[in-house]
């Protein structure tokens, strides 16, 4: 087997450490990270337009800071790549493939709830509003017209939580070091 | 028209801990060894720091249709590619207990193994022997008789300190915990850096991973590893008493047929119950070594409840080993539980913390969101304090892996899981969850709080037995029915006990590689 030394393994630790992604721009392919791909309005692959705006809504209030990490461009790379490559928790919660279609449904399904809860839709809503409608999904459990929209809640808190402290720059947020042999490069969300 | 390779001595179906220690023992005994697997090759290096990353270790797609009541978790427990589910593992490795192999004989409840724990015994020697494992066997006063580690205790920060302050409260008795992680340089291999990334897979080879140590071993007497070759079928002769050797799909679709004088069945406990059962031919007709009827049967998942709290001291709660700092089995006696229940229990104590991720800081309590997340992820990478109770699981028969009308890619039928948690295992993790909540009290928690009920570690379907009326297999791991077939991993389990089952597949493996080995001339096809 490999023999790892102490430089192959910093090497590729900074590599895996960074969350930093292949993006494509008309000007070429970039290594970015998913803020700095929303920062450059790389175009989405996968989510529609209407979509993305959805989760980014619900993502910024269940964790405030997740649009600027670049959560729709973190969840659009994934959903637009091959599911085996796939970085998202769904596949722990054994979410069924395509996992677009998961998440597609699970913003119709929201965008519903809030139809018929607040007259508006999400994009219309206040963040008070926002609030009300995060809270009703996340009942533990909970199933909506015969969608998990609890799982949906879990999912995209988790994916939430991954771009703003899963990396080593969300780790300093935290104060706490990334214990790894080596300090990964400080990109992450510019 | 098949492509058929050309024979070798041992195919092991499955690169994960048992595949590892049959293809040491066999390459090193002089076996042509070919090892397949289903999942992409991986190297060490492979192995990101980042719980993001570390979800590749793990499978994409529901690979089983599980259909309740309870779900096995199979995705989260099962691995994917080289090193299987233990390159993700927190190597936290107990010995299984004597009662546990007894436990028909001795409570009229469960199963019994076909050997008792004395027989196992120098086979989990050998092995904490072979890997360094790190603990303080005088320290474990419910540890059944064994060596002494070859290294000295795993770190115990504030984290364990501070939570062993809660068990010393109620007199109860906390050990370091006995880890296949090297607390100090051991055979090339350097000491852990107590980085917490236990479960995103460990590239330096401080824990004891296969790619580590068996597997070094195998690659280096001869062994072959073939990834991206899902196994589909086992073959048998015409009489039905011989395997031949295996039938596998390519990443391409190819149908390859592997010729071997024997074969062992490592894919995991799901996977190789739906193997078997998709062998089924003339000669055996509900599935090769199924004329018991036993194949699938007697599915197993330990309950498992997490403890979180918060405290009032800086935890240090980000650094050490993913599976604990210390151990407490004082709750291990068949019959302590309060309430009646039937079952040992463990408590694994300190986890190191990440902050995303199934087992991290937000996940705790899911839900908490908006403004007030950040400040609970705040509180909690400072003082948050976590351990994991784990419970016994009885083998219940109607428990089982079945194959579905849906098929893989391949057109074999995918495994459904029939899974019922049994009514011992629900009352032990309620227990646990009550106890868990007083232990942090008692330490000194502000607030603490038990997690949702999970499973860890997948068990049964392939039972060892002593004869084809209660078992798959005998007790060398071999099958009753065709006697150059051998099963690995935790599927051979009668019993679930409440440790966790790495060691013990280890050592079991062990046990039939080296019966397999001393009698190689009978056995070969």
């Keep these: ?190 | 028209m098949d492509k058929v390779m050309e024979a070798v001595d041992v195919v092991i179906v499955g690169a994960g801990a048992a595949g590892s220690v049959y293809a040491a023992v066999l390459a090193e005994a002089g076996k042509s060894v070919l090892v397949l697997e289903r999942g992409p090759a991986r190297k060490l290096s492979d192995l990101y720091s980042s719980q993001i990353w570390a979800r590749r270790l793990k499978w994409s797609s529901p690979e089983v249709v599980e259909t309740g009541p309870d779900t096995i978790w199979f995705n989260f427990n099962a691995g994917r590619g080289y090193g299987g589910a233990a390159i993700h593992h927190y190597a936290v490795w107990p010995r299984m207990h004597a009662e546990d192999f007894r436990e028909k004989s001795l409570y009229g409840k469960g199963l019994d193994w076909p050997f008792e724990y004395g027989e196992l015994r120098p086979h989990y020697d050998k092995v904490q022997r072979d890997v360094g494992m790190s603990g303080d066997a005088t320290k474990e006063i419910w540890r059944p008789p064994g060596d002494p580690y070859p290294l000295p205790p795993v770190l115990v920060t504030n984290h364990g300190k501070v939570l062993a302050r809660g068990f010393e409260a109620l007199k109860m008795h906390t050990a370091p915990i006995p880890m296949a992680v090297l607390s100090q340089p051991y055979n090339g291999r350097p000491a852990c850096i107590w980085d917490g990334w236990c479960d995103a897979g460990c590239p330096i080879g401080a824990l004891a991973n296969p790619l580590v140590v068996y597997f070094a071993r195998a690659l280096k007497a001869g062994a072959r590893m073939q990834s991206d070759s899902a196994v589909s079928r086992v073959l048998t002769d015409a009489t039905g008493e011989k395997v031949t050797g295996v039938e596998y799909y390519t990443s391409t679709g190819d149908k390859v047929i592997q010729p071997a004088s024997a074969v062992v069945l490592c894919a995991f406990t799901v996977e190789n119950s739906r193997i078997l059962l998709n062998s089924a031919n003339s000669a055996h007709p509900h599935g090769v070594g199924n004329s018991s009827g036993l194949v699938g049967r007697y599915l197993m998942v330990h309950p498992a409840v997490s403890i979180s709290g918060m405290f009032n001291e800086d935890m240090e709660n980000y650094s050490g080993a993913t599976g604990g700092q210390l151990l407490c089995q004082d709750v291990y006696p068949k019959k302590s539980d309060p309430g009646g229940a039937f079952g040992s229990r463990q408590w694994e104590i300190g986890l190191a913390l990440k902050p995303n991720d199934l087992l991290g800081i937000a996940m705790t309590n899911p839900t908490i969101f908006g403004a007030e997340l950040h400040k609970f992820m705040a509180d909690g990478a400072r003082f948050m304090g976590s351990m994991v109770g784990v419970c016994e699981d009885q083998p219940v028969r109607d428990n089982r892996i079945e194959p579905d009308t849906k098929q893989d890619r391949f057109g074999m039928p995918l495994a459904r899981i029939v899974y019922k948690q049994s009514d011992d295992g629900r009352k032990l993790w309620q227990t646990a969850a009550a106890e868990g909540v007083k232990i942090f009290k008692a330490a000194g928690a502000r607030d603490a709080w038990p997690g949702p009920p999970a499973g860890q570690h997948i068990m049964g379907g392939t039972i060892l037995g002593t004869d084809r009326t209660n078992s798959v297999l005998n007790a060398t791991s071999q099958s009753h029915d065709v006697q150059n077939l051998f099963v690995g991993g935790p599927g051979t389990f009668p019993t679930s006990s409440s440790v966790n089952s790495t060691f013990t597949v280890h050592a079991v493996a062990m046990k039939g590689a080296h019966h397999l080995v001393g009698n190689w001339s009978s056995l070969k096809g």
């Design chain 1, 1 to 190: 087997m490999e023999n790892v030394t102490r430089r192959t393994f910093v090497e590729t630790a900074v590599k895996g450490s960074v969350l930093a992604l292949t993006f494509t721009l008309p000007t070429g392919t970039l290594l970015l990270t998913p803020g700095e791909a929303r920062a450059k309005e790389v175009p989405l692959r996968k989510l529609s337009a209407e979509t993305a705006q959805i989760l980014e809504k619900l993502g910024e209030t269940i964790l405030p800071g997740a649009t600027a990490a670049g959560l729709t461009h973190f969840l659009d790379h994934q959903l637009a790549g091959d599911p085996n490559d796939a970085l998202l928790i769904a596949r722990y919660f054994q979410v069924a493939l395509p996992y677009s279609d998961f998440y597609t449904a699970g913003a119709k399904m929201s965008e519903a709830i809030a139809q018929k809860s607040a007259g508006k839709g999400i994009a219309a809503m206040s963040t008070a509003e926002l609030h009300t409608l995060v809270k009703s999904m996340s009942a533990p459990g909970g199933v909506v017209a015969g969608f998990p929209i609890f799982l949906f809640y879990m999912c995209l808190r988790s994916d939430a939580v991954d771009v703003v402290y899963g990396t080593p720059a969300g780790f300093k947020k935290l104060n706490i070091p990334y214990m790894q042999h080596i300090m990964p490069p400080e990109q992450w969300n510019g």
